[in-house]
């Protein structure tokens, strides 16, 4: 069981090697880089090349590791009670599972995400170390132990919004995506529009990857955003000649807003661009 990446996934060979090194290991994969470069589509499709099910986590700021394994409604259970409902009998019907409890009662071993966990409280890698480990929790209200029949190949992205714990880091296995270089975004953009003119690739790398280099942007445009810009471009059936061109002077390109999310960054760029119609007026 390897993954190779897929039809719709370019994966690079150090990215094949660290999902193949989690999976040996038995360890969590931690997966960092940029927002955009493919740290939650690569869970998607990890679990399409090993035809695994999908459990998808995706974490907020009010997450708790709590709620991964499972809450207790005790409210509904005292309404019941006062209502005289038969179900406060069993306290079961009142614990609702949660996502590692989801992927540790599977059949069948499954891919679990643990999406942007950084986004969570400091405490909550931390609150998932024993877990996460020993593959298994208590369940208090109940008193039941709960065990993974089949231990899930868990990868927990990060946008390294805050740092995590040395505890947890080291109980996984860390892999940086970095940003794809020209010869791998053109075939990244090859699989999403296969068939785009070879010209348009060429001269939209040429205006994006300048773009990226701008010192002073706020959001670096990133695949995704190059992806949503070509299928602009072609929509538009803009011609290759208005970006052959790419006058120095007019350093906003065509349908800028798939590109630039902010208009800190559109400003740097008009900047630049009248700094050099000054200079070279």
Sequence with gaps: MRFQGTDTYIATEDLQMAVNAAVTLERPLLIKGEPGTGKTMLAEEVAAALGRPLINWHIKSTSKAQQGLYEYDAVSRLRDSQLGDERVKDIGNYIKRGKLWDAFETDERVVLLIDEIDKADIEFP????????QMEFFVYETGETVRAKNRPIVIITSNDEKELP?????????????????DTMERIVQVHHPRIK????????????????????????????????????????????????????????????????????????????????????
């Design 166 to 182: 040395d505890a947890f880091l080291r109980r996984c296995f860390f892999h940086f995506i970095s940003f794809p270089d020209r």
């Design 126 to 133: 931390n609150d998932l170390l024993t877990e996460l480990d």
């Design 198 to 281: 070879q010209d348009l690739i060429s001269e939209a790398l040429d205006i994006f990857f300048n773009v990226r280099e701008v010192p002073g942007l706020k959001k670096k445009p990133t695949t995704s955003e190059l992806i949503d810009w070509l299928k602009l471009l072609m929509a538009d059936d803009i011609p290759d000649e208005i970006l052959k061109e790419r006058d120095p002077t007019r350093a906003i390109p065509p349908l800028y807003g798939a590109l630039l999310k902010n208009e800190q960054d559109v400003h740097t760029l008009q900047r630049l661009a009248f700094m050099v119609r000054r200079d070279t007026g």
